[in-house]
């Protein structure tokens, strides 16, 4: 709904006195239309009436959301059963503490590895969302295929799904644009802002003691504010990415990088949670990605390099062992030479990646230069043709030591044979492929050897979106001052701190939306368990007894 008619409609019913005094305008505050729009569709299908507020008119591209490849962990789902993939939640776990070296919250790890296939089929059965399993390549450190996604792989169109379900409930209005700047909590501080009930502490004044969340806080573009009360708010404002001295400040070794997210990503979740004296938690964590093309500044995608691509620097020389992850390759490449690297590709790779969005929109951009040879190709990315020549010799010698060790089997388990630590474990444990050392890095997975004509593309490290945030439970609940929630107050995604772990090294692909939908979709489940036991209590005078398990955080 627009904002004009939503405001529209909250002065109708507040003229015919439909609002009473000790009842809130809605139960539910949605800050962000990412992937809070999970929370805002599972509240309402409770029957909770709920508000979404967003700045950016561009929502539907223009946040984090909408510019992932759409890639959502379910560890167990009936997509897999059907595929006879084994997973499990319990394994899921494991491949998120192998990659984080045991430095994840183990509590909010295991509570979102638990919710992740009922999420990924409530995404399916509740939103309607069209999903289906990534059975064709397997991204770095996952054990199991279990990522899940929309056709194009791109988070555009899932997230204009969601849009499309959020436009046609009828218990959910939009404010767009408008920007949530603070929150209210109940209390019994005098000069309540105008709008709300006497008796509350505006969030500047409250401590881990005070009283429930009761008002948000919104401006509109002009610096007008308006005071909605409400029963809880959450909070899926993404992070702190698009604030360039707060990244700086926790994330120097990326800083330079080239920032690839929403321009509304400024902290704003931190800065409410600190004036209502919440914990914050992994601030230096962070999802980087190594495969941003430097003409397009379109995202070239892993995928080329789990199908065979090569990286290299600006010298012809391989750096690392590509396959453990874009997130952390970013930093490595941004400390080569001019910071700036070539992705080596074929026409094999070429056309089994264009089933991604992101892929199709880099080549028709034009960002792939094309040759013969090596020579040719030398010329064309301006690096020398002996390193490059050295480099791909290497990469033809991986790919067939691998394929002669029983590439047959792994195409037929696909990344069921893929241990949890990466390709080093399936070289040791699955095929035998001698030494880490066969490659100078220690990369142990080609698929197939790179042929001519060859393709590159220049690509530049680049921050996506910070992974650290708000401390929050296995409900998404916010954590005060003293480890216990703050009554009403609840974060995802971005917004919270996170299954990372610290750094970039331990960004498992779809951790980053896994917590956006997820955690929106535990915040509501959370929300409408508190307003049916407040409605039990109003209309009956019975004392409800009994909460869900409360998790706690490291």
Same mark, same amino acid.
């Given at each position: 709904?627009?904002?004009?008619?939503?405001?529209?409609?909250?002065?109708?019913q507040r003229q015919a006195g439909q609002a009473a005094v000790d009842e809130p305008a809605v139960d539910l505050v949605v800050a962000g239309a990412g992937g809070g729009l999970a929370g805002a569709l599972r509240a309402a299908e409770a029957?909770?009436?709920?508000?979404?507020?967003?700045p950016d008119e561009q929502f539907t591209r223009g946040n984090n959301t909408s510019m992932s490849t759409a890639m959502i962990p379910g560890a167990g789902s009936r997509w897999q059963r059907e595929a006879g993939v084994e997973d499990s939640?319990?394994?899921?776990?494991?491949?998120?503490?192998?990659?984080?070296?045991?430095?994840?919250?183990?509590?909010?790890?295991?509570?979102?590895?638990?919710?992740?296939?009922?999420?990924?089929?409530?995404?399916?059965?509740?939103?309607?969302?069209?999903?289906?399993?990534?059975?064709?390549?397997?991204?770095?450190?996952?054990?199991?295929?279990?990522?899940?996604?929309?056709?194009?792989?791109?988070?555009?169109?899932?997230?204009?799904?969601?849009?499309?379900?959020?436009?046609?409930?009828?218990?959910?209005?939009?404010?767009?644009?408008?920007?949530?700047?603070?929150?209210?909590?109940?209390?019994?501080?005098?000069?309540?802002?105008?709008?709300?009930?006497?008796?509350?502490?505006?969030?500047?004044?409250?401590?881990?003691?005070?009283?429930?969340?009761?008002?948000?806080?919104?401006?509109?573009?002009?610096?007008?504010?308006?005071?909605?009360?409400?029963?809880?708010?959450?909070?899926?404002?993404?992070?702190?990415?698009?604030?360039?001295?707060?990244?700086?400040?926790?994330?120097?070794?990326?800083?330079?990088?080239?920032?690839?997210?929403?321009?509304?990503?400024?902290?704003?979740?931190?800065?409410?949670?600190?004036?209502?004296?919440?914990?914050?938690?992994?601030?230096?964590?962070?999802?980087?990605?190594?495969?941003?093309?430097?003409?397009?500044?379109?995202?070239?995608?892993?995928?080329?390099?789990?199908?065979?691509?090569?990286?290299?620097?600006?010298?012809?020389?391989?750096?690392?062992?590509?396959?453990?992850?874009?997130?952390?390759?970013?930093?490595?490449?941004?400390?080569?030479?001019?910071?700036?690297?070539?992705?080596?590709?074929?026409?094999?790779?070429?056309?089994?990646?264009?089933?991604?969005?992101?892929?199709?929109?880099?080549?028709?951009?034009?960002?792939?230069?094309?040759?013969?040879?090596?020579?040719?190709?030398?010329?064309?990315?301006?690096?020398?043709?002996?390193?490059?020549?050295?480099?791909?010799?290497?990469?033809?010698?991986?790919?067939?030591?691998?394929?002669?060790?029983?590439?047959?089997?792994?195409?037929?388990?696909?990344?069921?044979?893929?241990?949890?630590?990466?390709?080093?474990?399936?070289?040791?444990?699955?095929?035998?492929?001698?030494?880490?050392?066969?490659?100078?890095?220690?990369? @142990?997975?080609?698929?197939?050897?790179?042929?001519?004509?060859?393709?590159?593309?220049?690509?530049?490290?680049?921050?996506?979106?910070?992974?650290?945030?708000?401390?929050?439970?296995?409900?998404?609940?916010?954590?005060?001052?003293?480890?216990?929630?703050?009554?009403?107050?609840?974060?995802?995604?971005?917004?919270?701190?996170?299954?990372?772990?610290?750094?970039?090294?331990?960004?498992?692909?779809?951790?980053?939306?896994?917590?956006?939908?997820?955690?929106?979709?535990?915040?509501?489940?959370?929300?409408?368990?508190?307003?049916?036991?407040?409605?039990?209590?109003?209309? @009956?005078?019975?004392?409800?007894?009994?909460?869900?398990?409360?998790?706690?955080?490291?």
């Amino acid at each position: 709904m627009a904002r004009d008619d939503t405001e529209r409609r909250r002065a109708e019913q507040r003229q015919a006195g439909q609002a009473a005094v000790d009842e809130p305008a809605v139960d539910l505050v949605v800050a962000g239309a990412g992937g809070g729009l999970a929370g805002a569709l599972r509240a309402a299908e409770a029957g909770l009436s709920v508000l979404v507020v967003d700045p950016d008119e561009q929502f539907t591209r223009g946040n984090n959301t909408s510019m992932s490849t759409a890639m959502i962990p379910g560890a167990g789902s009936r997509w897999q059963r059907e595929a006879g993939v084994e997973d499990s939640p319990e394994r899921f776990l494991a491949d998120i503490s192998a990659k984080t070296h045991g430095t994840a919250d183990p509590v909010l790890a295991a509570a979102l590895a638990q919710l992740s296939a009922p999420l990924v089929e409530w995404l399916a059965d509740g939103a309607g969302l069209p999903l289906q399993l990534v059975r064709d390549f397997s991204y770095p450190g996952h054990s199991a295929d279990r990522l899940h996604t929309v056709e194009g792989r791109h988070g555009s169109v899932l997230l204009r799904h969601l849009h499309e379900r959020v436009r046609r409930a009828p218990t959910i209005d939009m404010l767009v644009p408008a920007r949530l700047v603070d929150v209210v909590t109940s209390g019994v501080a005098s000069g309540a802002p105008s709008g709300v009930a006497s008796g509350v502490t505006t969030a500047g004044t409250g401590t881990n003691g005070q009283g429930p969340v009761c008002a948000a806080v919104v401006e509109y573009p002009g610096g007008r504010r308006e005071t909605i009360t409400t029963r809880a708010v959450l909070l899926a404002t993404n992070g702190y990415g698009a604030d360039r001295a707060r990244v700086a400040r926790h994330l120097p070794g990326i800083a330079a990088a080239d920032y690839h997210g929403g321009q509304f990503s400024r902290g704003d979740a931190l800065e409410i949670g600190a004036r209502l004296g919440a914990r914050s938690a992994f601030l230096d964590a962070y999802q980087g990605h190594a495969a941003l093309a430097r003409r397009s500044r379109t995202l070239v995608g892993w995928a080329t390099i789990m199908h065979g691509a090569i990286m290299v620097d600006a010298g012809g020389a391989r750096f690392g062992d590509e396959t453990t992850g874009y997130s952390e390759y970013a930093a490595a490449l941004a400390a080569r030479p001019g910071a700036r690297g070539w992705i080596v590709l074929d026409s094999r790779i070429h056309d089994l990646c264009r089933s991604f969005t992101d892929f199709r929109e880099t080549v028709e951009a034009g960002a792939l230069v094309w040759a013969d040879d090596v020579e040719r190709l030398a010329a064309r990315t301006g690096t020398p043709a002996g390193a490059l020549a050295e480099s791909l010799a290497a990469q033809a010698a991986g790919a067939k030591a691998w394929a002669g060790a029983g590439a047959e089997a792994w195409a037929g388990a696909g990344a069921e044979a893929w241990a949890g630590a990466g390709a080093e474990a399936w070289a040791g444990a699955e095929a035998g492929v001698g030494s880490s050392g066969d490659d100078p890095f220690g990369r @142990t997975f080609f698929e197939a050897p790179l042929r001519p004509p060859y393709a590159a593309v220049e690509v530049v490290p680049a921050l996506f979106h910070t992974q650290g945030g708000l401390q929050v439970d296995g409900d998404a609940r916010v954590r005060g001052g003293d480890g216990a929630p703050i009554p009403g107050l609840y974060a995802s995604g971005g917004a919270a701190h996170g299954i990372s772990g610290h750094g970039a090294a331990g960004y498992l692909a779809g951790n980053g939306l896994l917590p956006a939908l997820g955690l929106a979709w535990q915040a509501a489940n959370d929300v409408a368990r508190a307003v049916t036991r407040h409605t039990v209590t109003r209309h @009956t005078g019975t004392l409800v007894t009994g909460t869900p398990e409360e998790g706690t955080a490291p």
